[in-house]
């Protein structure tokens, strides 16, 4: 069976492709797991990385049972979060959105608020000069922009459904200077308890399940920096 596999981040630098074509000749079905021993034998060199990746089928994490057909949209997720800016894309809605362009908070936050609800926040993560002594010039973010947009909707589906409230998010790719917003997540609900839980929840949900990879960039070097491992849902 041929597969064209889509790569990112680290991974994609130590393979030296973004979409690696392969084939798997075995004779029994193919599965995640299966994949991964496989890719492994064959690019030694990635094998420590690809251990610790995740495999994607048509935009959903994949548990190791899962069998993969020729037809089905394969991507190997390594466990760090940003890379190089891609196209501007969005929701239907406009509530979720993968950008390279700067952020803009107050319209986002204009998409939530409602009439019914008293309570509305805004949450911004910029990029940071100083983490503890290492400096950072900019931070470079890539994303697997299908599967992260399914990704935050899902997250916004479950702050409604949960809290009641209102939720858009909008994540920046490509490089993002200091002081300038990464991400923007915008709540709304009837009140601020629950409106400030639903915004913990979106960004730490975001951190556990969104495919989005980041590069700090330092004064003399620049590399993939390791955050929360992504975690399949059941």
């Known amino acids: 069976m041929q597969l064209t596999i889509r790569l990112f981040a680290g991974l994609a630098e130590v393979m030296g492709a973004s979409a690696l074509p392969f084939h798997a000749d075995d004779r029994a079905p193919l599965t995640a797991g299966r994949l991964k021993e496989l890719l492994s034998a064959a690019y030694p060199a990635a094998a420590s990385q690809i251990k610790v990746s995740l495999v994607a089928v048509d935009h959903e994490y994949a548990p190791e049972d899962t069998v993969i057909t020729a037809a089905a949209e394969v991507a190997l997720i390594p466990p760090v979060s940003g890379g190089e800016p891609a196209v501007v894309e969005a929701t239907p809605d406009g509530l979720y959105s993968i950008t390279e362009l700067p952020l803009n908070a107050e319209a986002l936050l204009e998409q939530v ?122």
């Open 113 to 234: 608020l409602d009439v019914n609800h008293g309570a509305s926040l805004l949450f911004v993560g910029t990029t940071r000069e100083m983490t503890g002594q290492q400096r950072t010039t900019a931070l470079q973010y890539e994303a697997y922009v299908p599967m992260a947009l399914s990704k935050l909707q899902t997250i916004g589906h479950e702050v409604r459904e949960r809290w009641n409230a209102s939720c858009a998010i909008a994540h920046r790719i490509g490089v993002v200077g200091l002081k300038e917003a990464s991400v923007v997540i915008a709540v709304s609900a009837p009140h601020r308890d629950t409106c400030y839980e639903a915004s913990r929840y979106a960004i730490e949900q975001l951190k556990q399940t969104v495919p989005v990879w980041k590069k700090d960039i330092g004064e003399s070097s620049a590399e993939w920096g390791v955050s929360e491992q992504i975690i399949p849902l059941a």
